[in-house]
């Protein structure tokens, strides 16, 4: 089990009562959403799609709408529609390739003309509708986003991990040690990332992002399994001159997992009840992989300047490495 699994085995023991007494916030409907979308797109390929016409047909704003299909899809949601309407087309010029000109198919997928349906589908595929015709290269087509790979999670979803190489790295902020029946019951932690933020995460210096905030989670082999230790943080340029009034980390390079979770709340509202069923979800999946926990630590990466009243978007950062396979007895 990794470090991370340890510490959170011992925490669900501690809460598991508690949990058991609260009932659920509203259950959301987040991949519902999705899938609605989705369903839109399709049966309207060979129309013009307009983005404010899919934000009212799901009830989100365009900024809102947009940000979620992007984190599903891995693609901008108009780039995603332009995608799948050229991945039809591409088969129903396959499947006409005796009848019917590419003036046809362009129509018929609402592009305006010839030329621009061309262009767009050299620009997808790597060759002209006429060369795909008449040649032998297969192509990649972007075939519906698959949603049976999400995370439904209260208030929002958890999607699959991206894999990133991050390099060494300097936090500055303040310390805190949270008990961890007690940040279930008060929020402890939510309340420390608040007050740090609006209070003085403002004023630590050489920050690469000014508008980011970074949760770092840390848990030593000597840290209490009823405790952790908390940094509420800015990630730095330099440590120098700091350590006299801030508390601060350095954290080694390597490689992460970053599991990205949308909610349908304003980011101060982000609590141990959330993050704990993504933790679960973050447990299940690197039991599964070939990765195992690298480091004692982990971080949530939250960019203030995408918070909306009704928008959530955290990155959460876990540190892996390759699972060590015991070698067989000779």
């Not at 050299?122 to 972007?142: H, N, W, Y």
Request: negative net charge.
């Amino acid at each position: 089990m990794n470090e991370r699994s340890q510490q959170h085995s011992e925490m669900k023991k501690e809460i598991e009562g508690r949990a058991a007494e609260r009932t659920l916030i509203g259950g959301s409907d987040t991949i519902g959403t999705i899938e609605r979308v989705l369903g839109e797109v399709e049966r309207r390929l060979a129309d013009k799609i307009v983005l404010d016409e899919l934000a009212e047909h799901v009830h989100l704003s365009k900024f809102h709408l947009h940000r979620l299909m992007r984190a599903a899809t891995g693609l901008p949601l108009m780039e995603y529609i332009r995608a799948r309407k050229l991945s039809a087309s591409a088969h129903d010029l396959f499947e006409r390739r005796s009848g019917g000109t590419v003036l046809d198919t362009a129509l018929a997928y609402g592009f305006d003309h010839e030329q621009s349906y061309i262009r767009a589908f050299k620009r997808q595929f790597g060759v002209t509708p006429a060369q795909f015709r008449r040649g032998t290269e297969e192509i990649r087509l972007v075939e519906r986003y698959d949603t049976s790979v999400l995370k439904e999670i209260r208030e929002g979803v958890v999607f699959e991990p991206t894999f990133v190489m991050k390099p060494r790295s300097l936090y500055a902020g303040r310390r805190a040690t949270i008990p961890i029946a007690e940040n279930f019951e008060r929020y402890t932690a939510n309340a420390h990332g608040v007050s740090f933020f609006y209070g003085e995460h403002g004023k630590i210096p050489r920050k690469l992002k000014p508008s980011v905030y970074i949760g770092l989670t840390l848990y030593p082999p000597e840290c209490s399994p009823k405790a952790t230790d908390y940094l509420t943080s800015a990630e730095v340029s330099s440590l120098e001159g700091l350590e006299r009034d801030w508390d601060t980390a350095v954290i080694p390079a390597g490689k992460y997992a970053v599991f990205k979770y949308i909610g349908r709340f304003h980011p101060e509202n982000l609590t141990i009840h959330q993050l704990n069923d993504i933790w679960n979800y973050m447990d299940e999946w690197i039991m599964r992989s070939p990765y195992e926990q690298a480091h004692g630590h982990h971080f949530e990466y939250i960019d203030a300047a995408l918070a909306r009243a009704d928008y959530c978007e955290a990155d959460l950062y876990l540190p892996i490495r390759d699972r060590e396979v015991p070698q067989s007895e000779s």
